[in-house]
Structures are given as structure tokens and as C-alpha cells.
């Protein structure tokens, strides 16, 4: 689940693109200088080309000067985010990068920091947040008064699409800390990881599905090399994983609002949200499939990432963990459990599952209902098998 900025800074942050320059004072806009201070907060911070050449600079040996990635699981020990049977969104969400992590460091040409685990924030990024206190505060003002006058002066314009959760005081100064922070620091990417919700639930289950990834609007310094990232990543996620049925909610979601992914212009790199599926989705709270689940999330946007830095499209399967997968017993409408996945799976990877339907209403989700009885009766007509919509192992 994201954050936005507070109420009174909703209408001063919905402009568009905007930014930490290196102009630190408000007076300039006094001379009559703001258009030129305009088209410096709309010059673009950072280039696919530019990675895609330093990448492989650093993959082949030439250079020493790695890829730069910032990875942030959503939330910390103190405020765990969304919540769901048992779920909580900090625990899902850490779980998902250290794997992400642990996949990218074997990778020649990447240095990776993961903004916290399991104990706290990293060393390096707290000691941080702790010295640049002040440093921080004052990023935040400046770029919010800069944008206040731009927008009074008609320079820039407002572009809400989806409506987010408020952070408190303390959540906002840490998001915009690793802002700074990914700045001061030139990182290259800056991957945010997170599981969504919506206001206003009540129940155990919500109504809506599947994941979106959220980017800096087109007018950000950083837009379109963030937006060339997240198409990448939701290719590969968007072959086995549900896209968000949220109204105004797409596969890619054009922010100017989110703090993590820069509101008020104020990250440089290639900057992405990823919001992997709502919560209360079963495939993330169930335990018998949710950690299976989770590592497959990791691994999709692996190949995304490295289809980023490579400059390629490249086609990779699904749930390794499950290739020649030997079934215990037999199966039928009403099991669980990570033998249905598999199955699931398996029809899935011949285009069977789902059949005639879509991934939202048929998640790849370790529970065998109508989805999975409809595809496997398909799959057993056209192989000449018996259609009774039951696996014998």
C-alpha cells in the first residue's frame, strides 16, 4: 500500500513535473524568471540509453562504475502497512525484495542496497536519516514552494488519477529521506515494493485484483526512462499475474502523487512502485502456496530488470521450483495447496489455464474451483483423456 503526501499539501503536490534543481531560492521567481526555472524542473534527470550503456560497460569489464539499485520493501516494524487474514504488508513486502536481492547480486555489473530487513533500516541509509534530518526538511520545503509559485503562475498543471492513503509525519520524512538519499547517492534505480489495498474495506476479501506498477507522470524529469523500466518488468509479471481491475488503476499507472516514486520531482533515477496484487488475494495469504508465490514475483521482475539493462525482450518460464513435478495424490474440485499450483501451473504453461476466462477472476492461486476443473477438462479433451475434471497423480 502507498503514500501520498498530507492533506494540506494534496493540492500544491498534484502538479506535475517539478523538481530538485540546483536553485534553492523561491526569491529567484521574483525577477521574472520563471519560465526558465520551468524547463529546468522538466529536463530529464536520467536515460535508458545512458543505463543500458553503463550496464554494459560493467557486465563486460570495461569500466569498474556499476548499476546503482536502491530496493525498498514498502514500510518498516513501525508502520506495517496493509493487513490481510493474518498478512501484513511489511512482511510480504520484505520477503519479495530480499529474494529480488539475493537473484541480482549474482549478476556481474549490479550493486544492489536494500533499504532494511528484518532487524531495521540499513546502517548506511539510517545513519542518513539521522544526520540529514534538517538537510531533509529543507529538500522537502523547497521543492514544495517552488512548485506552489510554478503553479500559481500557471507553469505546471494538476493530474490526479487515483486517490491514495495518507502517510503520517514521521513515514513522509523517511520517504522523502531515501528520495534524497537515492539522489545524494546516484543511484540508478530506485524500486519500490509493495502490496495494495483500498479504502473503505471491511471484510477478510476486497473486490479487486492484480498488480499495477507505478511510475512518475510524463511531465517528471525521470518519466519516460521510468516508464521504458516498468514496461519491461510488467511484461514478464503480466504472463502469469493478474493485471489491476481497480478503476483507473493499469498495468502502468502514471503518478504525480506518490512521495516514493518522487512527488514534486524529487527523485533523479529511473524510479518505479510496484504494487504486486491486493493484499487479501488468497496466493499471498495463503501458506501453503504465498511463499512459492512470493519468489516467482521476485523472479518475474528479475527478467523485467534484466530485459531493462539488456535492452531486450526476452521469454523465460514459470515456477522453476515445479519443472518435471511428481503429484502425491490425486486431485479434485475443493483441494489446496502446492500441488494444485502446480497443476495450475501446468496448464497454464500449455495455454489452458485460464480457459475462457481471465487471470483475475482464475489467479494462479493453489485452490482447485471452476477455473481449474474448467481448464483441466479442456486439456483432457483435446489429449484424449477422460474430461472428468479430476488429476491422477
Same mark, same amino acid.
Given at each position: 500500500?502507498?503514500?501520498?503526501?498530507?492533506?494540506?499539501? @494534496?493540492?500544491?503536490?498534484?502538479?506535475?513535473a517539478?523538481f530538485?534543481?540546483?536553485?534553492?531560492?523561491v526569491?529567484?521567481?521574483?525577477?521574472?524568471?520563471?519560465?526558465?526555472?520551468?524547463?529546468?524542473?522538466?529536463?530529464? /534527470?536520467?536515460?535508458?540509453?545512458?543505463?543500458v550503456?553503463?550496464?554494459?560497460?560493467?557486465?563486460?569489464? +570495461?569500466?569498474?562504475?556499476?548499476?546503482?539499485? %536502491?530496493?525498498?520493501?514498502?514500510?518498516?516494524n513501525d /508502520?506495517f502497512?496493509?493487513y490481510?487474514n493474518?498478512t501484513t504488508?511489511?512482511?510480504?513486502?520484505?520477503?519479495?525484495?530480499?529474494?529480488?536481492?539475493?537473484?541480482l547480486?549474482? *549478476?556481474?555489473?549490479i550493486e544492489?542496497?536494500?533499504?532494511?530487513?528484518?532487524s531495521?533500516?540499513n546502517?548506511?541509509?539510517?545513519?542518513?536519516?539521522?544526520?540529514?534530518?534538517e538537510?531533509?526538511?529543507?529538500?522537502?520545503?523547497?521543492?514544495?514552494?517552488?512548485?506552489? *509559485?510554478?503553479?500559481?503562475?500557471?507553469?505546471v498543471?494538476?493530474?490526479?488519477?487515483v486517490?491514495?492513503?495518507?502517510?503520517?509525519?514521521e513515514?513522509?520524512?523517511?520517504?522523502?529521506?531515501?528520495?534524497k538519499?537515492?539522489?545524494?547517492?546516484?543511484?540508478?534505480?530506485?524500486?519500490?515494493i509493495?502490496?495494495?489495498?483500498?479504502?473503505?474495506? @471491511?471484510?477478510s476479501y476486497?473486490k479487486? /485484483?492484480?498488480?499495477?506498477?507505478y511510475?512518475?507522470? +510524463?511531465?517528471? !524529469?525521470?518519466?519516460e526512462?521510468s516508464?521504458?523500466f516498468?514496461?519491461k518488468?510488467?511484461?514478464h509479471?503480466? &504472463?502469469?499475474?493478474? #493485471? !489491476?481491475?481497480?478503476?483507473?488503476?493499469n498495468?502502468i499507472?502514471?503518478? =504525480?502523487?506518490l512521495?516514493a516514486?518522487?512527488?514534486?520531482n524529487?527523485?533523479d /533515477?529511473?524510479?518505479?512502485?510496484?504494487e504486486?496484487?491486493?493484499?487479501?488475494?488468497?496466493?499471498?495469504?495463503?501458506?501453503?502456496v504465498?511463499?512459492?508465490?512470493? +519468489?516467482?514475483l521476485?523472479q518475474?521482475?528479475?527478467?523485467g530488470?534484466?530485459?531493462?539493462? &539488456?535492452?531486450?525482450?526476452s521469454?523465460?518460464?514459470?515456477?522453476k521450483?515445479?519443472?518435471n513435478?511428481?503429484?502425491?495424490?490425486?486431485?479434485?474440485?475443493?483441494?489446496?495447496g502446492?500441488? #494444485? %499450483?502446480? %497443476? =495450475?501451473?501446468f496448464?497454464?504453461?500449455?495455454?489452458y489455464?485460464?480457459y $475462457?476466462d481471465?487471470?483475475?477472476?482464475?489467479p494462479?492461486?493453489g485452490n482447485?474451483r471452476?477455473?481449474?476443473?474448467?481448464? %483441466?477438462?479442456?486439456?483432457?479433451?483435446?489429449?484424449?483423456?477422460?474430461p $472428468?475434471?479430476?488429476?491422477?497423480?
Open positions: 500500500m502507498n503514500y501520498k503526501i498530507n492533506p494540506y499539501l @494534496t493540492f500544491a503536490l498534484s502538479i506535475s517539478l530538485f534543481m540546483a536553485f534553492s531560492s526569491d529567484i521567481f521574483k525577477d521574472g524568471t520563471s519560465n526558465f526555472l520551468a524547463s529546468v524542473f522538466f529536463t530529464t /534527470s536520467v536515460y535508458t540509453e545512458d543505463i550503456e553503463k550496464y554494459n560497460g560493467a557486465s563486460s569489464g +570495461k569500466h569498474d562504475e556499476k548499476i546503482k539499485i %536502491l530496493i525498498v520493501p514498502g514500510h518498516d /508502520s502497512g496493509a490481510a493474518n504488508e511489511a512482511e510480504i513486502n520484505l520477503i519479495v525484495a530480499e529474494e529480488l536481492k539475493n537473484i547480486e549474482k *549478476e556481474k555489473g544492489i542496497l536494500l533499504s532494511r530487513d528484518g531495521g533500516y546502517p548506511e541509509l539510517q545513519k542518513y536519516l539521522d544526520s540529514e534530518k538537510n531533509i526538511e529543507e529538500f522537502q520545503k523547497e521543492k514544495k514552494e517552488i512548485i506552489k *509559485e510554478l503553479m500559481e503562475e500557471g507553469k498543471k494538476s493530474n490526479i488519477v486517490q491514495h492513503n495518507f502517510a503520517r509525519p513515514v513522509v520524512d523517511i520517504l522523502y529521506g531515501i528520495n538519499f537515492a539522489n545524494d547517492n546516484d543511484f540508478d534505480i530506485t524500486l519500490h509493495h502490496f495494495n489495498d483500498y479504502p473503505g474495506r @471491511t471484510s476486497g479487486y /485484483s492484480g498488480f499495477s506498477i511510475v512518475p507522470e +510524463k511531465q517528471y !524529469s525521470n518519466a526512462a516508464h521504458d516498468a514496461e518488468v510488467a511484461r509479471l503480466s &504472463n502469469m499475474f493478474a #493485471v !489491476s481491475d481497480m478503476p483507473k488503476e498495468m499507472t502514471e503518478d =504525480q502523487e512521495i516514486i518522487g512527488s514534486y524529487t527523485v /533515477s529511473v524510479s518505479a512502485l510496484i504486486y496484487g491486493y493484499i487479501y488475494e488468497s496466493q499471498f495469504t495463503d501458506q501453503k504465498k511463499d512459492v508465490i512470493l +519468489k516467482e521476485a518475474q521482475t528479475y527478467f530488470i534484466m530485459d531493462y539493462l &539488456n535492452d531486450t525482450e521469454d523465460h518460464e514459470t515456477f521450483d515445479f519443472d513435478y511428481k503429484w502425491k495424490r490425486n486431485l479434485s474440485f475443493g483441494d489446496k502446492l500441488d #494444485v %499450483l502446480a %497443476l =495450475q501451473n496448464l497454464h504453461d500449455r495455454g489455464y485460464p $475462457n481471465n487471470l483475475n477472476n482464475c494462479l492461486n482447485f471452476n477455473c481449474t476443473e474448467s481448464a %483441466l477438462k479442456k486439456y483432457q479433451s483435446d489429449n484424449n483423456i477422460y $472428468n475434471g479430476s488429476w491422477l497423480k
